[in-house]
């Protein structure tokens, strides 16, 4: 399998997930991605849909939106989010559960994951730490870095419904990712 054949990596992560359908696909440039992340979000995310992530707001300490906003005003990119709700669950899952261990505070995914969730996606993740995906990305080992994010996205959607059914929905800090201006 070449490392950017695409077919060939969500063959490698379905064998791995049975549960989760990922499609895959390969762009010759960033712009390129950022283009087909737009089509994407056109075509799947709709109006009765709250996108969630963890830690997914901070800078120092997330990635997520920040990378996203980054990458498209670099390269002067419609925002592709306009009209979507948002919630990032980690201050939720931090401020109203105990997830001390060793008598340590821990906050991080993995960690939220395994003391509120069963711990079962800790599995399928080939990492034991998610800096791992960075050397993961510049060795070109795709299929590791995308069943890497897999796990992630399950234990994010996991704690999430912990948190709907133990918090209340005021709880919940849902916002807009719409922009105060358009051009």
């Given amino acids: 399998m070449g490392e950017r054949d695409a077919p060939g990596i969500e063959s490698a992560v379905e064998s791995e997930v049975s549960e989760t359908l990922v499609r895959v696909s390969a762009h010759a440039s960033e712009s390129e991605l950022l283009a087909a992340v737009s089509e994407f979000v056109a075509e799947r995310i709709r ?16 990635f997520d939106v920040p ?4 990458r498209y005003a670099q390269r ?10 948002y919630a990032d669950v980690m201050p939720l899952v931090t401020d109203r559960f105990n997830t001390t261990v060793d ?21 399928l993740d080939p990492f034991d730490d998610s800096a791992e995906a960075v050397a993961a990305f510049e060795d070109g080992r795709f299929a590791e870095l995308v069943l ?24 919940f800090k849902v916002k807009s990712l719409t922009p105060t201006r358009s051009i």
């Fill in 103 to 123: 008598g340590t505070e821990q906050g991080d995914l993995v960690t939220a994951y395994d003391v509120l969730c069963d711990g079962s996606y800790g599995d």
């Fill in 148 to 171: 890497h994010n897999v796990a992630d996205v399950l234990r994010t959607r996991a704690l999430g419904r912990v948190a709907e059914r133990y918090c209340s929905k005021f709880e």
């Fill in 67 to 70: 990378f996203l906003r980054t």
């Fill in 47 to 62: 109006d009765d849909m709250l996108l969630v992530a963890y830690n997914g707001e901070r800078w120092n300490g997330g």
């Fill in 76 to 85: 002067d990119l419609a925002w592709p989010f306009v009209d979507v709700p």
